[in-house]
């Protein structure tokens, strides 16, 4: 009994003096503090112009993210309330109209507003009014903590903070890096300049596909913005850098102005988020012909289709919740068989986010071979996954063991049958939305699956027909893809006489163009 008093006094004077490098770590933040006034900012608001990306959404996987412009960006950040928001409007601008993401290639110069304040999240809808994004509450929150002052506020909270000396070859300078963990699970690192300014954070956020995901942010050109504080004018900021893929850019922010402590900077949040509902995984299931199966209920459908002994899922989407479900539906519907395969549409992160349930499983994942590398090295390989584990990374399978046949890949054409049933991915040509996009063809019930392609709506007059929508009527053409049913990724099922009696003109227009561009 003794004993254990005297060791439990010994643990809280340690706790209590610290630990030799949480002292020194201390040190060097109160100096850092001291180089931008940190303790004095209680809010910070900032106005920019520059770039911003679409995560995710680039044209093939190999490539960097998809770029426009910002026209304009302000954010405001208030430390005390843990609330922020952002504020931007982005136009297309010179940059190549490749790749994919809501609203890409950007039309006009639409407003982007994102709110956070503690654990609740939203964005404003076209009209303005208040859309909760519950879900993007907590890495909205964590931004804060790694802002120039706010990262300097969070990791004097750390009893942990530490510090280490690196230094770094290629620029010929030492540097200190400081390390400490907010929220119970995020870690971040900085690194500081001999004029302890925060010159780059580099940290991890969770991420469906790329799990921890790396977040890097520089922060440079730091200038005098009154009440003894100092930002940087310049910021640089990557997501979802790997070593086996390189750089990913996701933001520059090139500063105009930034105040500190401004008036009513904290952002409250309004009744209609307070008292929004959790969002919650739905699954519905539809019989679209024998043995063919929509889950829907969500923004992405899948489709499940009976073999003689197996199942094939038709599309991934999202994340891990949303997979787990989908597979229970599929199995409920189409009961005692195993989930064999799970065709891929194409590698955007909205629609390969919940690959790895699948993969989990013991399907095999059918991709076109652009994908090949990153589903396998980064994707489906087992890596660290700590701040939002999921099935595959829960229950991994042995390195060395008997695992899936993880992939199967394709140039142009695939076909899974088995004499009973079909189901053929085909390489879509000229589309500018994804290098690596696949249309699946059931040529039993002659259905049609596609991703971010439409269809358009019946009657939707020529003009306004999307180019991808004109892409996939090509293609049909090409392959002479005899269709009575189109099942799109997104929306409800429709019939193909629609399709060709709306998408015909527009397509047979963009033809005529052509010829004469090339008069
Ligand atoms: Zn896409």
Same mark, same amino acid.
């Given at each position: 009994m003794k004993y254990r008093l005297g060791a439990t006094? @010994?643990?809280?004077? &340690?706790?209590?003096? +610290?630990?030799?490098? #949480?002292?020194?770590? $201390?040190?060097?933040? *109160?100096?850092?503090?001291? #180089?931008? +006034?940190?303790?004095?900012?209680?809010?910070?608001?900032?106005?920019?112009?520059?770039?911003?990306? @679409?995560?995710?959404?680039? @044209?093939?996987?190999?490539?960097?993210?998809?770029?426009?412009?910002?026209?304009?960006?302000?954010?405001? !950040?208030?430390?005390?309330?843990?609330?922020?928001? %952002? %504020?931007?409007?982005?136009v297309q601008g010179n940059n190549p109209r490749i790749g994919g993401g809501a609203g890409f290639p950007i039309v006009g110069a639409p407003r982007t507003t994102n709110f956070v304040n503690g654990n609740a999240a939203w964005t404003l809808n076209a009209q303005g009014q208040p859309q909760a994004q519950t879900g993007e509450a907590e890495v909205r929150q964590f931004m804060l903590w790694v802002s120039p002052h706010g990262f300097i506020k969070a990791a004097q909270q750390d009893p942990n903070v530490s510090v280490t000396d690196r230094h770094f070859v290629r620029t010929g300078r030492t540097l200190k890096v400081i390390g400490f963990t907010t929220m119970g699970k995020y870690r971040a690192t900085g690194e500081f300049s001999d004029q302890n300014l925060l010159e780059r954070v580099v940290t991890w956020i969770p991420n469906p596909v790329m799990g921890d995901m790396q977040v890097e942010i520089r922060y440079t050109e730091y200038k005098d913005v009154g009440n003894g504080a100092k930002f940087p004018f310049h910021i640089h900021m990557h997501q979802?850098?790997?070593?086996?893929?390189?750089?990913?850019?996701?933001?520059?922010?090139? !500063?105009?102005?930034?105040?500190?402590?401004?008036?009513?900077?904290?952002?409250?949040?309004?009744?209609?988020?307070?008292?929004?509902?959790?969002?919650?995984?739905?699954?519905?299931?539809? *019989?679209?012909?024998?043995?063919?199966?929509?889950?829907?209920?969500?923004s992405h459908n899948s489709v499940a289709v009976e073999f003689r002994d197996y199942i094939t899922v038709i599309e991934g989407p999202l994340d891990d919740d949303r997979s787990n479900a989908? &597979?229970?539906?599929?199995?409920?519907? &189409? /009961?005692?068989? /195993?989930? $064999?395969?799970?065709?891929?549409?194409?590698?955007?992160?909205?629609?390969?986010? +919940?690959i790895r349930a699948f993969a989990a499983e013991g399907a095999t994942i059918v991709t076109q071979e652009s994908n090949k590398d990153f589903y396998e090295r980064i994707v489906l390989a087992p890596q660290p996954r700590s701040l939002s584990p999921d099935r595959l990374s829960k229950f991994p399978f042995a390195t060395t063991g008997p +695992?899936?046949?993880?992939? %199967?890949? @394709?140039? %142009? $054409?695939?076909? !899974?049958?088995?004499?009973?049933q079909t189901v053929i991915s085909y390489h879509v040509e000229g589309l500018n939305h994804a290098g690596d996009m696949a249309i699946v063809y059931l040529p039993g019930p002659k259905i049609l699956v596609s991703a971010d392609m439409g269809p358009p709506a019946a009657?939707?007059?020529?003009?306004?027909?999307?180019?991808?929508?004109?892409?996939?009527?090509?293609? &049909?053409? $090409?392959?002479?893809?005899?269709?009575?049913?189109?099942?799109?990724i997104h929306g409800n099922p429709s019939s193909h006489a629609d399709f060709e009696r709306t998408v015909a003109p527009a397509a047979a227009q963009q033809q005529q163009t052509a010829a004469g561009a090339g008069q």
């Open positions: 006094l @010994f643990v809280l004077s &340690i706790l209590m003096a +610290g630990s030799p490098a #949480a002292q020194d770590a $201390r040190g060097l933040l *109160q100096a850092a503090d001291k #180089a931008i +006034g940190a303790s004095a900012v209680n809010s910070v608001q900032y106005n920019a112009t520059g770039w911003i990306r @679409f995560l995710g959404q680039n @044209f093939t996987a190999d490539q960097d993210w998809n770029r426009v412009d910002l026209q304009s960006y302000t954010a405001t !950040i208030d430390y005390g309330s843990k609330s922020a928001k %952002e %504020e931007y409007v982005r979802g850098d790997h070593p086996f893929l390189g750089g990913r850019n996701l933001m520059d922010l090139a !500063i105009s102005s930034a105040v500190v402590n401004v008036a009513n900077a904290a952002q409250a949040v309004p009744d209609a988020v307070r008292t929004a509902k959790p969002p919650v995984v739905n699954v519905t299931t539809m *019989q679209l012909a024998p043995g063919v199966w929509l889950l829907g209920g969500g989908v &597979i229970a539906a599929a199995k409920r519907v &189409i /009961p005692n068989k /195993p989930i $064999r395969y799970l065709v891929n549409t194409h590698h955007h992160w909205d629609h390969s986010g +919940g +695992g899936p046949q993880k992939l %199967e890949t @394709f140039a %142009e $054409r695939h076909a !899974i049958s088995d004499g009973t009657g939707t007059p020529a003009a306004n027909v999307n180019a991808n929508s004109v892409t996939l009527y090509n293609n &049909i053409k $090409r392959l002479k893809l005899d269709v009575t049913q189109h099942v799109p």
